[in-house]
C-alpha cells in the first residue's frame, strides 16, 4: 500500500525537477508546474510544507542572483530589500524553532534546527555582497518568481477545499489537519 510519504517525495522529487527546468528555460510555467507538486504534497501530508519552504527559500535565493547580474553598484547592497529579507528569513526561523521547541535537545539543535538557520543566514550573507537593485526592482523580481509557484500551490488547495466550504464544513478540515 502506498504511504504518504512516498507522495511527498514524488511530488518534491518532480517539483525539483520543474525548478530546475524553470533555471535551464526561465520560463514561469515550470514554477507553476513546482507549485502545483507543492500543493498536491501538502494535500498527501502535512510535511509537503518543507518542501514548499525551500522552494521559498532558493527563490528568494535565485531573485538575488538574477539582481546580481544586471549590475555591481556597492551603493545599494544594504537596501529595505535586505531589511526586508531579514524580516522573513526572521520569521521562518522563528517559527522553526516554535516547531522544534517542545523536543528540543542537542541532537535535535544539530540536526534539524542548526542547519536551517545556517540556510538563511547564508542568504542574508551572500545578498549583502552579491544583491544588486532598488528596492522596487528587486521586489518586482522576486514576485515574478513567487507568484507563479504560489499559485500552483494553492490552486489543488482551494480546489480540494471547495467541497468543504459548500457544505460549511472548513472548520472540521482545520480540526482534522492541524489540531
Known sequence: AGMPSWYNLFFATFGTLAVIRHIETNRQNWLFLAGLCGGFSFLAKLTGLYYVTAVLLF?????QILS???GRSRATNFSGFFLL???????????LIMLVRPRLGPMEFFHFLLPNIVIPAVLLWSDRREGHGTFTVRLKQLFRLLLPFGAGVATPIVLFLIPYALSHSIYDFYNGVFV
Open 85 to 95: 529579507k531579514a524580516l522573513g528569513c526572521l520569521v521562518f526561523t522563528i517559527s
Open 59 to 63: 527563490l528568494t535565493y535565485r531573485e
Open 68 to 70: 546580481g547580474i544586471g
